[in-house]
């Protein structure tokens, strides 16, 4: 087998991850997510750093061993530059680093954006690969993100329409936050949109031009709902739950899919993509299959394990870098912001 060996460390929040890939076949994926911050209402950088330093060895040391492969046998180490917190991204940067000098295995760097996208690249033993054409759409949804992307090549994608505000992820939080629902919020007003109605509720769309989004309008809307709800009924919130979640639910998606389908159709690409830790909401999911029914879309929808934090996706991006001699030198600083 002459496909190279990559490592790949994602330690960009709080979530630490390793993961081997043999080419783009993934041998192994660890990640020791971090129960410390649930208390908090959200991720406290400083308790993530120090838990980075307590998971990062055992973690790496986990996913070569259930590769099956010693270190020796690895040919490059893929990173998360960033974007992310920088004291996490300190403790996979450093690591990296070192193993790198310990094992003389060359380092290659990755966005961590650039990585979601490229998770769709990523096949298991005993799947079949389905990675996508080039050029196909990508909407990266994500608590920091809402943007579409041209993909080109794995180097060479285009942001061709993005959030002026607010990202998507950031709208559920928020609406989750004023209703007392716990952090994150996404995944628990998936949960309650499930058992609700979609219907019962209207809330502000954005009317911004070309392929951006807006979601600080909708976030408001809601809020003013909730306001003017709760003056004439005290229990309101807790009676209509459900149906709030539903609601704002479907509105977000409605939003983001009517710039994608303009997308698709302006630049005539049918192939359609979606990453990020918004990609695991089941109804955006069903509206990707609902577009492939009606409108012929070829889409690619990552497994849940893909949309969250995690190293496969670092290693895969890193294993397109290596191929193409883009390794990188030991005294690269993290970068905490950078879009695509
Ligand atoms: O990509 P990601 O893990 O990292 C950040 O950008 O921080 O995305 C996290 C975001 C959060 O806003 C979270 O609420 C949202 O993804 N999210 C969801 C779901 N699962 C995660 N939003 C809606 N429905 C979900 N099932």
């Known amino acids: 087998n002459t496909e190279p060996i990559i490592l790949g460390i994602e330690s960009s929040c709080d979530d630490t991850s390793a993961a081997v890939v043999c080419g783009r076949k993934l ?23 120090r838990a980075h330093q307590q998971n ?9 061993k259930r590769a099956g492969i010693t270190k020796s046998d690895i040919d490059a180490i893929g990173f998360t530059r960033g974007p992310g917190l920088l004291g996490s991204l300190l403790v996979g940067n450093g690591f990296a680093k070192g193993l790198s000098m310990s094992i003389g295995a060359p380092l290659v760097e990755v966005n961590h954006l650039h990585a979601h996208v490229l998770a769709h690249f990523l096949y298991e033993e005993g799947e079949e690969d389905h990675a996508p054409e080039f050029p196909y759409l990508c909407l990266l949804v994500s608590g920091g993100n809402s943007q579409i992307l041209v993909v080109k090549s794995p180097f060479d994608m285009e942001c061709i329409g993005q959030t002026i505000d607010d990202a998507a992820g950031e709208a559920f939080d928020k609406c989750a936050k004023v209703m007392g629902l716990g952090y994150p919020g996404g995944p628990i007003v998936n ?15 954005p009317n911004v031009p070309g392929y951006d ?51 698709s159709k302006d630049l005539g ?9 918004v990609s695991a909401n089941t109804g955006l999911r069903a509206a990707f299959e609902d577009h492939r029914d009606r409108y012929g879309w070829n889409i690619f929808i990552p497994k849940f394990a893909y949309t969250t934090d995690n190293a496969a996706m670092v290693a895969v991006t890193a294993q397109f870098k290596y191929l193409a001699g883009e390794t990188c030198p030991l005294n690269l600083p993290p970068f905490a912001r950078v879009t695509v």
């Open 56 to 64: 990062i060895v055992p973690v790496v040391s986990e996913a070569i």
């Open 213 to 263: 989004y807006s979601f600080s309008g909708l976030k408001t809307s809601f809020l003013y709902t909730l306001r003017d709800e709760l003056e004439k009924d005290a229990n309101f919130i807790e009676d209509n739950k459900a149906d709030l979640c539903a609601s704002l639910q479907s509105t977000v998606i409605d939003i983001l899919m009517k710039k994608l389908r303009k997308a």
């Open 27 to 49: 041998l192994s994926n660890v990640i020791a997510s971090q129960a410390v911050h649930s208390a908090y209402g959200g991720v406290v950088p400083e308790l993530a750093s």
């Open 269 to 277: 690409i049918k192939r359609v993509a979606v990453a990020g830790g």
């Open 191 to 205: 949960k309650l949109a499930n058992i609700g109605n979609a219907k019962a509720f209207t809330f502000a769309k």
